[in-house]
């Protein structure tokens, strides 16, 4: 690796990969008491896609968006010098994904590996890895948020159910000769004195006292979304706000503030709250329902697919999730 020096980074390429299926609200209705207009409704979510349990999974989700990302950016996996995956869907404890990862698009030997912080998985993953190349440590890095969360839900519970989905979604950075470019500001924060209102729990004693009385199916995530809608209301605006403090930036200076795409309520509410402009929101939960890890990374990949990101504009990423975490990164970018 080479001596520290202060690189600016740029996303090279981006890419995202989700599962063939399709899970609508009508399919929800045929085996939970809920309906299409209450889902709709409550969370902006129109359908899901479902992992094929014997052909997709984390690993080959996170693969196939690096290798778009790595397409999109000219790039060879062999370039890499280290690959980075956010997930709390990982198959196995150990090998980690992202190990069998960089395998898979010929980056060995790369360093990998994953990172657990939950929802905030993609944005903690990028302010490692630009950190990481700014500091002349890593000239190029394959970040990946991805999920499988269709492994790990009840789908007795409706509560939860409804709202997840899977896919991945990822970015290469590498370092560029002009210091301006990249992070300007990130914060990766956590409260674990609040783990309760979103777990999952493996063993009988994982299951904390406060849900005792309720039925929990082990390894499931279990969730109190009223806590957490909570939470999110509230952090969702003050990190957009503390983020826009630190760089004195105001809202709509930016071309995008790209949320984690929890539920459409609590980005909207933010939104509101914030006086952003909605066409600066980009929403897909509609599409994908709520991926954890992956949504900003999907949401990073179909702006820029699409030409959404402002060449010369700063854009936001924005996150919360269990843990408690929250996250954001604000990148500026060079002009056209
Ligand atoms: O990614 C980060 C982690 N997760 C989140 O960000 C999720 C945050 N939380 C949420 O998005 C929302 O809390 C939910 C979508 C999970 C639930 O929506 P809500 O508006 O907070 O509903 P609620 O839990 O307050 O429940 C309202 C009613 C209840 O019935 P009663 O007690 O009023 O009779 C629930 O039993 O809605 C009922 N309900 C449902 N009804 C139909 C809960 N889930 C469903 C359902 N279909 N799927």
């Not at 190349?133 to 969360?149: D, Q």
């Not at 839900?153 to 899977?166: E, H, K, M, V």
């Not at 990249?182 to 777990?199: F, K, P, V």
Request: aromatic share 6%; charged share 20%; hydrophobic share 40%.
């Amino acid at each position: 690796m080479n001596a520290p020096r202060n690189w600016g980074v740029r996303i090279a390429g981006t890419g995202s990969a989700v599962p063939e299926r399709r899970m609508t609200n009508a399919d929800f209705t045929a085996i939970l008491d809920t309906s299409d207009e209450w889902i709709l409704q409550r969370t902006g979510i129109s359908e899901r896609r479902i992992a094929d349990p014997n052909a997709e999974s984390t690993f080959n989700l996170s693969r196939d968006a690096l290798q778009r990302a790595l397409d999109a950016a000219g790039m060879k996996g062999s370039e890499l010098d280290l690959v980075i995956v956010g997930t709390l869907t990982s198959e196995m404890p150990c090998p980690s994904t992202a190990v069998r990862v960089a395998a898979a698009v010929g980056a060995v030997p790369a360093g990998a590996f994953d990172i657990s912080a939950a929802c905030c998985g993609f944005v903690y993953a990028m302010n490692v890895a630009e950190t990481m190349v700014r500091s002349g440590r890593a000239k190029a890095v394959g970040v990946i948020g991805a999920e499988t969360l269709s492994r790990v839900t009840d789908y007795t519970d409706r509560t939860c159910s409804i709202l997840f989905g899977d896919g991945a979604g990822a970015a290469v950075l590498v370092r560029d000769e002009d210091p301006a470019l990249g992070c300007i500001h990130q914060s990766m924060q956590a409260d674990g004195s609040r783990w309760e209102s979103l777990y999952l729990p493996v063993l009988p004693r994982d299951v904390p006292e406060s849900d005792l009385q309720s039925t929990v199916r082990l390894g499931c995530l279990r969730m109190n979304g009223r806590e957490v809608f909570k939470f999110a209301v509230t952090k969702f605006r003050e990190v957009i706000e503390e983020s826009l403090a630190a760089t004195r930036l105001s809202a709509n200076d930016l071309s995008q503030v790209i949320c984690h795409q929890s539920n459409i309520r609590i980005i909207e509410a933010a939104r509101e709250r914030i006086g952003l402009d909605p066409e600066k929101v980009y929403v897909n939960i509609d599409r994908y329902g709520n991926t954890s890890a992956a949504s900003v990374g999907i949401c990073l990949d179909e702006l820029t697919r699409a030409g959404k990101l402002t060449p010369g504009l700063p854009f936001m990423m924005v996150a919360f999730g269990g843990g408690l975490t929250w996250a954001s990164s604000v990148w500026s970018t060079r002009g056209a």
